[in-house]
T-cell receptor, first 117, second 113 residues
């Protein structure tokens, strides 16, 4: 069964607008971490933001915020004030279990974001 | 400031040939991972090593073997390459502390003819 679902293969957003990239996950482990990565056309994987399952507040990192709805098992990425450089593939990922034991990391299929001038 | 280093960056193989992808990290991380990336499928875990001396299968281990040579190095071997193994391969590592995010190498593009 798919553990990470990203239902938007592609998204368009106008420059300076906000955009939400969807991610839902599936786990029965009470301890887990959720991550978002960006992959520009050059191919490298860039870590953006992290949310722990026990974190009470939604994570924020500059223009990135994570809308964490634990009961719905969703962890949507919100990018505010989009820039042309935000055009890239975005991957949602989950680590099941606490991070100090080298657990399995699983990734979703990704969403390709295109920012229009 | 190397981080995670993968070699080679590009490789073309013929069906049935063997090769090893090398990965080394200089961040003293305990855990290391090998993923393959195919269009529309995201990153799929091949094998990971929670710590030196241990390895575990991921989602797509068939056709691959791994060796955790020491804490720094984690290699991926294709014993008899098949066209279905044409992909971009990423090595990653994490300390497991703090947020525990993965740090990635630049990727290795493998083509099997």
């Amino acid at each position: 069964a798919q553990k990470i679902t990203q239902t938007q293969p592609g998204m368009f957003v106008q420059e300076k607008e906000a955009v939400t990239l969807d991610c839902t996950y599936d786990t029965s482990d009470p301890s887990y971490g959720l991550f978002w990565y960006k992959q520009p056309s050059s191919g490298e994987m860039i870590f953006l933001i992290y949310q722990g399952s026990y974190d009470q507040q939604n994570a924020t990192e500059g223009r990135y915020s994570l809308n964490f709805q634990k009961a719905r098992k969703s962890a949507n990425l919100v990018i505010s004030a989009s820039q042309l450089g935000d055009s890239a593939m975005y991957f949602c990922a989950m680590r099941e279990g606490p991070g100090n034991y080298g657990q399995n990391f699983v990734f979703g299929p990704g969403t390709r974001l295109s920012v229009l001038p | 400031n190397a981080g995670v280093t993968q070699t080679p960056k590009f490789q073309v193989l013929k069906t049935g040939q063997s090769m090893t992808l090398q990965c080394a990290q200089d961040m003293n991380h305990n855990s290391m991972y090998w993923y393959r990336q195919d269009p529309g499928m995201g990153l799929r875990l091949i094998y990971y090593s929670a710590s030196e001396g241990t390895t575990d299968k991921g989602e797509v281990p068939n056709g691959y073997n791994v060796s955790r040579l020491n804490k720094r190095e984690f290699s991926l071997r294709l014993e008899s390459a098949a066209p279905s193994q044409t992909s971009v391969y990423f090595c990653a590592s994490t300390s497991g502390s703090g947020m525990g995010e993965l740090f990635f190498g630049e990727g290795s593009r493998l083509t099997v003819l």
